[in-house]
């Protein structure tokens, strides 16, 4: 064999090897993630820098939104594929017939001590002391029909407070700190890590006068506070997807339950905090198994029948999807 035509032979083999290896590598398949700034997402985020989600063939690609009803309108719309919101919205989008699943649980509350990430929180140097006396004030909520509207309506009904008889102001979870500082709110519903920097701000010095998603809650009870949902039809087609999802957040949990610190590093990073702040972040959930459980939705359930805010005839199971 001549050596012009081993090098014609070689230089095909190495065009068939290199075409070859081409076709062999799937595309990553990129998924639409909306979702709010709110520490939940930081598995996600964590996901996705590690590269857990493209060992997983997943590219993400993150809408940040100003509510759970936004959030979960764009699923529903497709806008995006899936999206990350407090369970409150979910359970109102599927019982108003919206085609809505959640596949993925992040985090849980329950009646221990700081076993909550919410809270009603008013300025340090504020007349309102207690609950009762935010008759007649103004209460700064996220969304109507989301985790806010639920928390305070809760909360202050236990204390014996009409929901009617205080006003309400609309903003995204960032500017509360800011609506109690200029007292454009006598009180905010508040998530980390907005919280732990309204606390140690000068000008606030934020302090709670109620915590947890429901008022009186079960120390032996989870109460899945927030997870991720889909639109029915395209989970069905996609669940094979949903589980690489799955798998994915469920390495990153297993990162912040062996590294807690991790966790707080994240924060700073992605919330850009001072390490003051980051070291008041409560870690309220655990790190456990993102799959969803029925029956952690049935205590949020039952207090949103309890206010009228959704019907006796609605179950926990037709929100949760099965992945198997």
Known sequence: ??????????????????????????????????????????????????????????????IMLGSGPAVLSAVVSKSADIGFSAVVPGVFARANQQPIKMFMALATESGEVNHQGTWIAAKGSSPVRELKDLEGKTVAINASGALCELLMRDHLGKAGVAWDSVKKVVLPFPQMQAALET??????????????????????????????????????????????????????????????????????????????????????????????????????????????????????ISAMQRHGLLSNSFKSSDLVMSLD
């Not at 032979?9 to 990553?28: D, M």
């Not at 709010?36 to 997983?56: C, N, P, T, V, W």
């Not at 395209?234 to 297993?254: D, F, H, I, P, Q």
């Open 1 to 62: 064999m001549t050596t012009s035509i081993f090098r014609k032979l070689l230089g095909a083999l190495s065009l068939a090897l290199a075409t070859g290896s081409t076709l062999a590598a799937e595309p990553l398949q990129t998924i639409r993630v909306a979702g709010l700034r709110a520490d939940s997402m930081i598995r996600l985020f964590h996901a996705d820098k590690a590269g857990y989600l493209k060992q997983e063939g997943i590219k993400a690609e993150f």
């Open 183 to 300: 007292g454009n709110a006598d009180a905010a519903c508040m998530i980390e890590p907005y919280f732990a920097a309204a606390r140690i701000a000068p000008n606030v010095k934020a302090r709670s006068l109620a915590a947890g998603m429901i008022a009186g809650m079960d120390p032996k009870i989870q109460l899945a506070q927030d997870g991720i949902f889909v639109r029915e039809d395209w989970g069905n087609t996609n669940k094979g997807a949903l589980r690489k999802l799955v798998r994915a957040v469920g390495r990153a949990t297993a990162d912040f339950k062996s590294n807690p610190t991790l966790y707080r590093n994240q924060m700073i990073e992605e919330f850009k905090l001072k390490p003051e702040v980051a070291n008041l972040i409560a870690i309220y959930f655990d790190f456990d198994e993102v799959v969803p459980k029925a029956s952690n939705l049935d205590p949020l």
